[in-house]
Each structure stands twice: as structure tokens, then as C-alpha cells.
């Protein structure tokens, strides 16, 4: 099998680099599902179309079992920075996170599978929309769900490239794969007033202090040393002047937990925080949104994915798991049937490529504004201390005096971002940009769609650098 697959390795790439050329965000994947479903149909496959939105659903052979393959197919709503001839062509939007590699191997798995005899059905599922929720929130998995892309499947299977592993080795592992995710929202409600007079407000900010502190103590005081868990504030907005005590302070966060009692107890020890509030005279509100659930690798399909791998790569490179909860929405489809999820290494030793470097623009091309951003996807990101600490090249720009509320209503942080392994080539990009405004309105006006504004405030400035090399 593994010779048949080198066999292939030329047209998986064209696959991959046509896929990379023209990536498409989540429940846009309108050419990419087109591409996958035509080619499976001339394979003989049964295919149906439009699953879950623009989601893909193929099946060979008859009866049970019915053994699912799952592939993601959405890209990120990111400028690509590259001079490789395959760069993207869809300004503002980059297959940063693999799925590109995701869609082309299970393409190429299919196509191994269409040329054998087996018992039972194999099932692919082309995902739409796994880094990005509907309005309601709700991202692909859960829509291919209740299309019916489940019934009947006994067990489903996934990987996830991994570029900290080598490439030769896979990682996987029993039990929890990663974190189920929700996200929290609550204010604090005092009395505002002026900043000399003190005793005649209910100070939200002095009362946020003690919820903060609280929220802090969940992890380490509050649940079982043994409960893998994460509580964080990721936004705390208050105040408009430096004399007046504000009114309110809105809160913004994410909790990450591996089994759903954790995730009950957070929610009550969120709660009982932000309780505080009255305790203190003021008042609370707070709203929790669902996210996915974690993800457990079932032993049954860790067991086959571990054989199949030692078969073909050899024992010595089927590695353990690292343990993270960074939220992937495969888990909905691994609470549906037993499955599993591995890491296929994708770093070639001597690579000297570096991490990802963020950058947020305004639309207005004649404005030097932007951010180092978090580059957070749902598997994880990089912060600005994280690219201290690795020497990660990142440019943080300064807004226009007198102009920074205006400009941080446009600021996506969490994800519109620049991906570059070279500062100077970062540099010349920005300059490109500023002479053309209709890449960078492109670039906001999809940073908008999908994310909340991060309402930073840009504290850095690079513009002689950049004025300098125009």
C-alpha cells in the first residue's frame, strides 16, 4: 500500500497545491467540495454534495462495517506571504493550518481504496468549516452531523499534520486528544462617577479586581489536580477617561476542560466569581457559549490506526500524544461513534522556516495601523511573549495620532494575519499594501466576517522602518 502511495506522490501534490492556491473560508468551500466530489465520482464513488453546507460525503463498498475517514477543508482568513509558485491567489485567505494536506492525502486515500476488495463501506467526509462557526457559532462538524453524515458509522478516523513532529513519525494516543472549549461573557455593574469622588460610585474596575483574582484560582483551588483544565480572560474593556469611574467592565474568556463534569464545575465556579460582584454592592451579568466537546481518541481506533502505522512505518516512530487543549470539532464526530485522531509529522530537519507572525490592517490604505496578533486558531496559537522567547520576527505598527479608537474598531487580532518567515519580506509586503487598497479592504472585510474586533491598543512603531523601504 505504501508503495502504490509514493506511486501517487505527484498528483497528491498537485492536489495539495491547487487546494493552497485557492483556498476558501469556512461554508465557502464551494470549489474545493466541487473538485473532491468530481474526482470521487470518477472513482466510483456514491457521492452526495452539499452536506453540512458545502461538506462532502462519499462511500464505496456495501454493508457494515462502516468505517469513516473525516478531512477538513477550510482555510484561514490570512495574507499569505510567499514566492513559491503556488502561493494563494485569494487575497486575504491562506491554508495556514493544514487543510490543504488534509483534503489531498484523504484524496489520495480514496484512490488507494477505490483499487481494493474489502468488507464492509468506507466512508469519506470532506468538512466544511472546522476553524469557524456560523452565526450561531456552530462550525462544520455538527452541520455534517445532522445531515445524517453519521448514520450508520461504526467508527471514524482522522489526522491532523503536525509540523513540531518529524516527518516518518505520527503521535497518537487513548483517551483525551484535546480540550472541549467554551466561550464566557459577563460584565460587571457598579455606579459610575468622577474619579475624585470615589465614595459616591460602586467602582466596577475595584470590584473586577477581587473576580479576577477568583477566576484565577478555579484551575489550582478549586478543581482536582488531576482534571486537565484552563480558565482565561482574553478581553477586559472599561472606562473611556482617566477621571471618570466607569459604569461597567465587560469581561470576555475561554475555559478548555476533557470531561464534561469539569466542564459543569467551571461554569459554577465561573459563576460564583462573578457573584462576588454583589457581595460588593454591584451587580453581574454572565452568558456562557457552547463550544465542542473534547475529543476523545477511542482505544478500539487507537489500536487500528497504531497496527496499520507500525505495519508501514515501524514501532519506534508511533509516538505518544503531546497533551494539549487546544479544541478541534472532530470530537463531535468521535461522540457520535468510537474514533480517533493522530498527528502526522510534517518537519523536515534542517528546515529553518520560522513560526507565524500576525498582522491586522484598517482598511484605509493611507493609515500605518495594525497589530502583532495572537494567530489563535481553535488547535492553538503563538502570543507576542511566545515570539520573544523563540526570536520569531513580528512587527507591531502604531495607529494614527489622535485616531486610535477609530482605528481599533478594526482591528482583528485574534486572526487576520500575515505569515512570513522574514521580517525585511514582512516589511515590503506592508508597503505593498499601503499601495493598494483593495488587497487590504479584502483583508479587513474578512477579518470582520468572521472574528470580533480585538479593540487593541497598538503601543510600537515600525513606520520609519517601513517608509524606509517602500
Excluded at 481494493?116 to 462538524?141: C, H, M, W, Y
Excluded at 503601543?459 to 523601504?469: D, I
Aim: contains cysteine; proline residues 6%.
Amino acid at each position: 500500500m505504501l508503495d502504490k502511495a509514493r506511486k501517487m506522490q505527484q498528483q497528491l501534490i498537485k492536489w495539495r497545491r491547487d487546494f493552497h492556491m485557492h483556498p476558501e473560508l469556512g461554508f465557502q468551500e464551494t470549489r474545493t467540495s466541487a473538485i473532491v466530489a468530481d474526482a470521487l465520482e470518477i472513482l466510483g464513488y456514491c457521492v452526495r454534495r452539499n452536506v453540512g453546507s458545502t461538506g462532502v460525503v462519499a462511500d464505496l463498498g456495501s454493508g457494515e462495517p462502516v468505517i469513516a475517514i473525516r478531512a477538513d477543508m477550510d482555510a484561514l482568513p490570512i495574507q499569505e506571504i510567499n514566492d513559491a509558485p503556488y502561493v494563494s491567489q485569494n487575497p486575504g485567505v491562506m491554508h495556514a493550518c493544514g487543510h490543504d494536506a488534509h483534503t489531498a492525502m484523504a484524496l489520495g486515500a480514496a484512490t488507494l481504496l477505490a483499487e481494493e476488495k474489502f468488507p464492509g463501506t468506507v466512508r469519506f467526509l470532506f468538512q466544511p468549516s472546522e476553524e469557524a462557526g456560523d452565526a450561531e457559532g456552530i462550525s462544520g462538524a455538527p452541520h455534517m452531523i445532522r445531515d445524517g453524515a453519521m448514520e450508520g458509522v461504526e467508527m471514524v478516523i482522522a489526522l491532523h499534520v503536525d509540523p513540531a513532529t518529524p516527518v516518518g513519525d505520527i503521535r497518537l494516543e487513548s483517551g483525551p486528544a484535546s480540550g472541549g472549549v467554551d466561550s464566557w461573557f459577563g460584565s460587571i455593574i457598579g455606579k459610575g462617577g468622577h474619579g475624585a469622588h470615589p465614595h459616591e460610585t460602586i467602582d466596577p474596575i475595584f470590584i473586577s479586581a477581587h473576580v479576577i483574582f477568583a477566576l484565577n484560582g478555579i484551575v489550582s483551588r478549586r478543581l482536582h489536580p488531576f482534571s486537565p483544565a484552563v480558565v482565561s480572560i482574553g478581553a477586559i474593556h472599561a472606562g473611556q477617561a482617566e477621571n471618570v469611574i466607569p459604569a461597567q467592565v465587560d469581561f470576555a474568556g475561554t475555559l478548555r476542560y476533557t470531561e464534561h463534569k469539569v466542564q459543569e464545575q467551571i461554569h459554577t465556579e465561573i459563576e460564583r466569581a462573578f457573584a462576588l460582584a454583589r457581595a460588593l454592592g454591584g451587580d453581574y451579568e454572565l452568558r456562557f457559549e457552547i463550544g465542542n466537546p473534547p475529543m476523545q481518541n477511542h482505544p478500539a481506533a487507537v489500536e487500528l490506526i497504531r497496527l496499520a502505522a507500525v505495519k508501514l512505518l515501524g514501532e519506534e516512530h508511533v509516538l505518544p500524544m503531546k497533551k494539549e487543549l487546544g479544541a478541534e470539532d472532530f470530537g463531535c464526530f468521535s461522540e457520535v461513534a468510537p474514533g480517533a485522531m493522530f498527528a502526522l509529522g510534517t518537519r523536515i530537519e534542517g528546515d529553518q522556516r520560522r513560526d507565524v507572525v500576525g498582522i491586522a490592517f484598517t482598511d484605509r490604505a493611507h493609515e500605518l495601523v495594525g497589530v502583532c496578533s495572537l494567530m489563535a486558531t481553535k488547535a492553538g496559537g503563538i502570543t507576542t511573549a511566545e515570539c520573544l522567547a523563540k526570536g520569531t520576527p513580528m512587527v507591531i505598527l502604531r495607529p494614527v495620532p489622535g485616531q486610535e479608537a477609530g482605528n481599533a474598531e478594526h482591528f482583528a487580532a485574534e486572526r487576520a494575519a500575515v505569515v512570513t518567515h522574514n521580517t525585511d519580506d514582512l516589511i515590503s509586503h506592508i508597503s505593498r499594501l499601503l499601495r493598494d487598497p483593495q488587497q487590504l479592504k479584502q483583508m479587513s472585510e474578512n477579518a470582520r466576517r468572521l472574528y470580533r474586533p480585538a479593540g487593541e491598543t497598538i503601543v510600537q512603531a515600525v513606520r520609519s522602518a517601513v517608509s524606509g523601504r517602500s
